[in-house]
Protein backbone atom coordinates (compact mmCIF):
# COMPACT_ATOMS: atom_id res chain seq x y z
CA UNK A 1 0.00 0.00 0.00
CA UNK A 2 2.99 2.20 -0.17
CA UNK A 3 4.09 2.51 3.06
CA UNK A 4 7.93 2.90 3.62
CA UNK A 5 9.71 0.55 5.56
CA UNK A 6 10.76 2.81 8.82
CA UNK A 7 7.15 3.23 9.17
CA UNK A 8 6.18 -0.45 8.90
CA UNK A 9 9.13 -1.38 11.57
CA UNK A 10 7.82 1.26 13.93
CA UNK A 11 4.12 -0.39 13.75
CA UNK A 12 6.04 -3.82 13.95
CA UNK A 13 7.34 -2.49 16.86
CA UNK A 14 4.04 -1.45 18.44
CA UNK A 15 2.61 -4.73 17.88
CA UNK A 16 5.42 -6.83 19.04
CA UNK A 17 6.51 -5.05 22.60
CA UNK A 18 3.12 -5.25 24.65
CA UNK A 19 3.16 -7.23 27.56
CA UNK A 20 -0.23 -8.40 29.72
CA UNK A 21 -0.56 -10.59 32.71
CA UNK A 22 -3.53 -12.74 33.68
CA UNK A 23 -5.60 -12.67 36.56
CA UNK A 24 -6.50 -15.97 38.18
CA UNK A 25 -8.68 -16.03 41.31
CA UNK A 26 -7.95 -12.40 41.82
CA UNK A 27 -4.04 -12.79 41.41
CA UNK A 28 -2.01 -11.34 38.56
CA UNK A 29 0.08 -14.08 37.24
CA UNK A 30 3.96 -12.82 35.74
CA UNK A 31 3.92 -10.59 32.68
CA UNK A 32 4.65 -12.41 29.25
CA UNK A 33 5.38 -10.54 26.02
CA UNK A 34 3.09 -10.91 23.07
CA UNK A 35 3.74 -11.06 19.15
CA UNK A 36 0.30 -10.11 17.31
CA UNK A 37 -0.98 -7.62 19.29
CA UNK A 38 -1.10 -3.87 20.65
CA UNK A 39 -2.13 -2.64 24.27
CA UNK A 40 -5.92 -2.60 25.14
CA UNK A 41 -7.26 0.74 24.30
CA UNK A 42 -4.53 2.24 21.99
CA UNK A 43 -6.23 4.48 19.49
CA UNK A 44 -4.01 2.70 16.46
CA UNK A 45 -5.81 -0.23 16.64
CA UNK A 46 -9.07 0.80 14.62
CA UNK A 47 -6.44 2.65 11.85
CA UNK A 48 -4.45 -0.38 11.47
CA UNK A 49 -7.98 -2.30 11.33
CA UNK A 50 -9.05 -0.55 8.08
CA UNK A 51 -5.75 -1.40 6.44
CA UNK A 52 -6.28 -5.24 7.29
CA UNK A 53 -9.86 -5.13 5.90
CA UNK A 54 -8.25 -3.45 2.88
CA UNK A 55 -7.43 -6.71 2.42
CA UNK A 56 -10.62 -7.84 2.19
CA UNK A 57 -11.72 -5.56 -0.63
CA UNK A 58 -8.78 -6.30 -2.86
CA UNK A 59 -10.29 -9.90 -2.67
CA UNK A 60 -14.08 -9.07 -3.62
CA UNK A 61 -12.55 -6.24 -6.26
CA UNK A 62 -10.61 -9.07 -7.82
CA UNK A 63 -12.89 -12.11 -7.55
CA UNK A 64 -15.20 -9.75 -9.29
CA UNK A 65 -12.86 -8.40 -12.08
CA UNK A 66 -11.91 -12.11 -12.83
CA UNK A 67 -16.08 -12.61 -12.78
CA UNK A 68 -15.44 -15.60 -10.24
CA UNK A 69 -18.08 -13.57 -8.56
CA UNK A 70 -20.91 -11.24 -9.44
CA UNK A 71 -22.54 -8.43 -7.63
CA UNK A 72 -25.85 -6.38 -7.76
CA UNK A 73 -26.30 -4.41 -11.21
CA UNK A 74 -28.29 -1.00 -10.45
CA UNK A 75 -30.27 1.10 -12.87
CA UNK A 76 -30.45 1.38 -16.42
CA UNK A 77 -26.70 2.23 -16.53
CA UNK A 78 -25.78 -1.37 -14.52
CA UNK A 79 -23.66 0.42 -12.00
CA UNK A 80 -22.26 -3.02 -10.17
CA UNK A 81 -22.49 -3.05 -6.37
CA UNK A 82 -20.52 -5.98 -4.80
CA UNK A 83 -20.15 -5.16 -1.30
CA UNK A 84 -20.29 -2.20 1.35
CA UNK A 85 -17.80 -1.97 4.21
CA UNK A 86 -17.81 0.17 6.89
CA UNK A 87 -14.92 -0.88 10.20
CA UNK A 88 -15.94 -4.80 10.80
CA UNK A 89 -19.56 -4.36 9.38
CA UNK A 90 -19.62 -5.51 5.84
CA UNK A 91 -22.36 -6.55 3.69
CA UNK A 92 -22.18 -8.27 0.44
CA UNK A 93 -24.67 -8.12 -2.63
CA UNK A 94 -24.68 -10.89 -4.84
CA UNK A 95 -26.74 -12.73 -7.31
CA UNK A 96 -28.68 -15.72 -5.91
CA UNK A 97 -26.70 -18.35 -7.46
CA UNK A 98 -24.73 -21.60 -5.76
CA UNK A 99 -21.84 -20.17 -7.47
CA UNK A 100 -21.86 -17.26 -5.91
CA UNK A 101 -22.19 -18.89 -2.48
CA UNK A 102 -19.14 -20.72 -3.14
CA UNK A 103 -17.12 -17.75 -4.07
CA UNK A 104 -18.25 -15.62 -0.91
CA UNK A 105 -17.39 -18.51 1.07
CA UNK A 106 -14.06 -18.72 -0.69
CA UNK A 107 -12.97 -15.34 -0.39
CA UNK A 108 -13.80 -15.10 3.33
CA UNK A 109 -11.71 -17.88 3.66
CA UNK A 110 -8.69 -16.71 2.08
CA UNK A 111 -9.29 -13.91 4.13
CA UNK A 112 -9.17 -15.76 7.11
CA UNK A 113 -5.72 -17.84 6.59
CA UNK A 114 -3.96 -14.53 4.82
CA UNK A 115 -4.54 -12.05 7.11
CA UNK A 116 -4.99 -14.30 10.49
CA UNK A 117 -8.53 -12.68 11.62
CA UNK A 118 -11.55 -15.14 11.84
CA UNK A 119 -14.81 -14.25 10.79
CA UNK A 120 -17.46 -15.29 13.20
CA UNK A 121 -20.20 -16.81 10.73
CA UNK A 122 -22.38 -17.54 13.70
CA UNK A 123 -23.41 -13.76 14.07
CA UNK A 124 -23.21 -13.51 9.91
CA UNK A 125 -26.90 -13.36 8.28
CA UNK A 126 -27.65 -14.87 4.42
CA UNK A 127 -30.97 -12.81 3.72
CA UNK A 128 -33.12 -12.95 -0.19
CA UNK A 129 -35.23 -10.98 -2.09
CA UNK A 130 -37.21 -12.72 -4.19
CA UNK A 131 -35.85 -15.88 -3.76
CA UNK A 132 -37.34 -19.17 -2.28
CA UNK A 133 -37.06 -19.64 1.47
CA UNK A 134 -35.71 -23.40 0.95
CA UNK A 135 -33.13 -22.10 -1.23
CA UNK A 136 -32.29 -19.32 1.40
CA UNK A 137 -32.08 -21.97 4.13
CA UNK A 138 -29.77 -23.91 2.74
CA UNK A 139 -27.28 -21.78 1.57
CA UNK A 140 -27.37 -20.36 4.91
CA UNK A 141 -26.47 -23.97 5.98
CA UNK A 142 -23.05 -24.39 3.45
CA UNK A 143 -22.11 -20.84 4.82
CA UNK A 144 -22.88 -22.13 8.70
CA UNK A 145 -24.62 -18.29 8.56
CA UNK A 146 -27.65 -17.49 10.55
CA UNK A 147 -30.88 -16.79 7.91
CA UNK A 148 -32.05 -12.95 7.60
CA UNK A 149 -35.18 -11.27 7.53
CA UNK A 150 -36.35 -8.45 5.87
CA UNK A 151 -36.22 -5.37 7.63
CA UNK A 152 -32.48 -5.74 9.36
CA UNK A 153 -30.17 -2.66 11.05
CA UNK A 154 -27.35 -2.11 9.16
CA UNK A 155 -24.96 0.50 11.29
CA UNK A 156 -28.02 1.47 13.54
CA UNK A 157 -30.21 1.90 10.51
CA UNK A 158 -33.55 0.02 9.73
CA UNK A 159 -32.95 -1.74 6.20
CA UNK A 160 -35.79 -3.06 3.69
CA UNK A 161 -39.06 -1.67 6.30
CA UNK A 162 -41.49 0.62 5.51
CA UNK A 163 -40.10 3.92 7.31
CA UNK A 164 -43.62 5.79 7.33
CA UNK A 165 -45.35 2.82 9.75
CA UNK A 166 -44.92 3.79 13.38
CA UNK A 167 -44.54 0.37 14.43
CA UNK A 168 -41.08 0.76 12.73
CA UNK A 169 -40.34 3.55 15.17
CA UNK A 170 -41.31 2.30 18.42
CA UNK A 171 -38.11 1.12 19.63
CA UNK A 172 -36.85 4.80 19.58
CA UNK A 173 -39.58 5.99 20.80
CA UNK A 174 -39.33 3.56 23.89
CA UNK A 175 -35.59 4.39 24.17
CA UNK A 176 -36.97 7.86 24.80
CA UNK A 177 -39.01 7.10 27.11
CA UNK A 178 -36.32 4.93 29.10
CA UNK A 179 -33.51 8.02 28.67
CA UNK A 180 -36.17 10.87 29.84
CA UNK A 181 -38.06 8.82 33.06
CA UNK A 182 -39.64 11.56 35.37
CA UNK A 183 -38.15 10.29 38.36
CA UNK A 184 -35.26 12.16 36.48
CA UNK A 185 -36.50 15.55 36.30
CA UNK A 186 -38.14 15.53 40.11
CA UNK A 187 -34.23 16.21 40.89
CA UNK A 188 -32.85 18.40 38.12
CA UNK A 189 -33.33 22.17 37.82
CA UNK A 190 -34.95 23.63 34.71
CA UNK A 191 -31.98 23.70 33.68
CA UNK A 192 -30.91 20.39 33.99
CA UNK A 193 -33.82 19.18 32.60
CA UNK A 194 -33.33 21.34 29.33
CA UNK A 195 -29.38 20.10 29.06
CA UNK A 196 -31.02 16.59 29.22
CA UNK A 197 -33.42 16.86 26.55
CA UNK A 198 -30.63 18.31 23.86
CA UNK A 199 -28.00 15.43 25.07
CA UNK A 200 -30.72 12.83 24.40
CA UNK A 201 -31.63 13.82 20.73
CA UNK A 202 -28.00 14.66 19.53
CA UNK A 203 -26.87 10.29 19.73
CA UNK A 204 -30.12 8.87 19.73
CA UNK A 205 -31.64 10.39 17.02
CA UNK A 206 -29.90 12.52 14.59
CA UNK A 207 -28.70 9.50 12.75
CA UNK A 208 -31.99 8.40 11.88
CA UNK A 209 -33.74 11.54 11.43
CA UNK A 210 -30.68 12.52 8.66
CA UNK A 211 -31.79 9.06 6.63
CA UNK A 212 -35.29 8.91 6.99
CA UNK A 213 -38.39 11.44 7.79
CA UNK A 214 -40.18 10.08 10.37
CA UNK A 215 -43.76 9.99 10.72
CA UNK A 216 -45.93 12.71 12.27
CA UNK A 217 -47.09 10.25 14.76
CA UNK A 218 -43.84 8.59 15.98
CA UNK A 219 -42.95 12.64 16.58
CA UNK A 220 -45.30 13.28 18.31
CA UNK A 221 -45.02 10.56 20.90
CA UNK A 222 -41.30 11.86 21.19
CA UNK A 223 -42.41 15.45 21.72
CA UNK A 224 -45.16 14.24 24.63
CA UNK A 225 -42.21 12.69 26.10
CA UNK A 226 -39.87 15.58 26.22
CA UNK A 227 -43.03 17.97 27.27
CA UNK A 228 -44.02 16.09 30.14
CA UNK A 229 -40.09 15.64 31.65
CA UNK A 230 -39.59 19.25 30.60
CA UNK A 231 -42.44 20.01 33.09
CA UNK A 232 -42.16 17.39 35.27
CA UNK A 233 -45.16 15.26 34.81
CA UNK A 234 -45.08 11.78 35.07
CA UNK A 235 -46.72 8.95 32.85
CA UNK A 236 -50.11 8.88 34.73
CA UNK A 237 -49.43 12.89 35.68
CA UNK A 238 -50.05 15.71 34.22
CA UNK A 239 -48.74 19.18 34.97
CA UNK A 240 -49.31 22.50 33.78
CA UNK A 241 -47.34 23.82 30.14
CA UNK A 242 -46.67 27.24 31.52
CA UNK A 243 -45.19 27.90 27.92
CA UNK A 244 -46.34 26.96 24.52
CA UNK A 245 -43.91 24.46 22.81
CA UNK A 246 -43.51 26.89 20.22
CA UNK A 247 -41.78 29.50 21.84
CA UNK A 248 -39.35 26.35 24.19
CA UNK A 249 -38.12 25.62 21.10
CA UNK A 250 -36.99 29.32 19.95
CA UNK A 251 -33.35 30.14 19.87
CA UNK A 252 -32.59 31.73 23.11
CA UNK A 253 -31.64 34.89 21.52
CA UNK A 254 -34.86 34.96 20.56
CA UNK A 255 -36.55 34.74 24.00
CA UNK A 256 -36.89 30.46 24.28
CA UNK A 257 -34.83 27.85 26.00
CA UNK A 258 -33.21 26.10 22.70
CA UNK A 259 -34.72 23.08 22.76
CA UNK A 260 -34.60 21.88 18.94
CA UNK A 261 -38.09 21.43 17.58
CA UNK A 262 -37.63 17.67 15.78
CA UNK A 263 -40.00 17.93 12.91
CA UNK A 264 -37.73 21.08 11.44
CA UNK A 265 -34.86 19.84 12.88
CA UNK A 266 -35.69 16.44 10.45
CA UNK A 267 -36.63 18.40 7.48
CA UNK A 268 -33.29 20.53 8.08
CA UNK A 269 -31.38 17.09 8.16
CA UNK A 270 -33.00 15.28 5.23
CA UNK A 271 -32.70 18.60 2.92
CA UNK A 272 -28.39 18.20 3.51
CA UNK A 273 -28.88 15.07 0.66
CA UNK A 274 -29.84 18.04 -1.74
CA UNK A 275 -26.54 19.75 -0.95
CA UNK A 276 -24.81 15.81 -1.52
CA UNK A 277 -26.31 15.68 -4.42
CA UNK A 278 -25.12 19.18 -5.58
CA UNK A 279 -21.81 18.30 -4.69
CA UNK A 280 -19.28 17.38 -7.89
CA UNK A 281 -18.20 14.45 -6.15
CA UNK A 282 -18.85 10.70 -8.04
CA UNK A 283 -18.98 8.53 -4.87
CA UNK A 284 -20.94 5.38 -5.58
CA UNK A 285 -23.93 6.52 -3.88
CA UNK A 286 -24.76 9.13 -6.15
CA UNK A 287 -23.27 6.99 -8.83
CA UNK A 288 -26.71 5.10 -8.08
CA UNK A 289 -28.69 7.40 -7.83
CA UNK A 290 -27.75 8.56 -11.32
CA UNK A 291 -28.21 5.03 -12.14
CA UNK A 292 -31.66 4.44 -10.89
CA UNK A 293 -33.19 7.81 -10.93
CA UNK A 294 -31.35 10.24 -13.00
CA UNK A 295 -32.80 10.77 -16.63
CA UNK A 296 -30.75 11.26 -19.81
CA UNK A 297 -28.13 13.61 -18.22
CA UNK A 298 -30.46 15.99 -17.00
CA UNK A 299 -29.56 18.27 -13.96
CA UNK A 300 -29.93 16.28 -10.32
CA UNK A 301 -32.94 19.32 -9.71
CA UNK A 302 -34.53 17.82 -12.73
CA UNK A 303 -34.55 14.68 -11.59
CA UNK A 304 -35.75 15.82 -8.38
CA UNK A 305 -39.08 18.49 -10.52
CA UNK A 306 -39.87 15.45 -12.57
CA UNK A 307 -40.40 12.81 -10.31
CA UNK A 308 -43.94 11.17 -9.97
CA UNK A 309 -43.88 9.52 -6.60
CA UNK A 310 -41.83 6.89 -8.19
CA UNK A 311 -38.65 4.94 -6.19
CA UNK A 312 -37.73 4.16 -2.75
CA UNK A 313 -39.81 5.71 0.31
CA UNK A 314 -36.54 7.56 0.95
CA UNK A 315 -35.97 8.71 -2.64
CA UNK A 316 -39.52 10.50 -2.41
CA UNK A 317 -39.02 11.71 0.97
CA UNK A 318 -36.07 13.86 -0.56
CA UNK A 319 -37.78 14.71 -3.64
CA UNK A 320 -40.70 16.07 -1.83
CA UNK A 321 -38.76 18.56 0.62
CA UNK A 322 -39.09 21.38 -1.29
CA UNK A 323 -43.24 20.59 -0.55
CA UNK A 324 -42.75 21.06 2.98
CA UNK A 325 -46.26 22.79 3.47
CA UNK A 326 -47.74 19.35 1.76
CA UNK A 327 -45.85 16.67 3.90
CA UNK A 328 -47.85 13.98 4.16
CA UNK A 329 -46.06 11.41 6.67
Not at 187 to 197: A, V, Y
Amino acid sequence: MGFNEIWRKWILECLSSSSVFVLINGSPTKQFSISKGIRQGDPLSPFLFLIVAEGLNGLVASAVEKGIYKGVRVGSEGVMVSHLQFADDTVFFEEASQHNIRAVKAIMRTFELALGLKINFGKSQLMGVGVEGSWKTEMAYRLHCKEGELPFKYLGIPIGGNNRRTSMWQPMVQSVEKKLPSWKGRHLSMEGRITLINSVLSPLLVFLMSAYLIPKGSLHSIEKIRKRFLWGGGAEERKINWVSWGDVCKSKDNGGLGVRELRKFNLALMGKWWGHLAKVDEGLWKKIIAAKYGKGGKHWMDWIKENNGVGSLWWRDVCCLNIVNEWRV
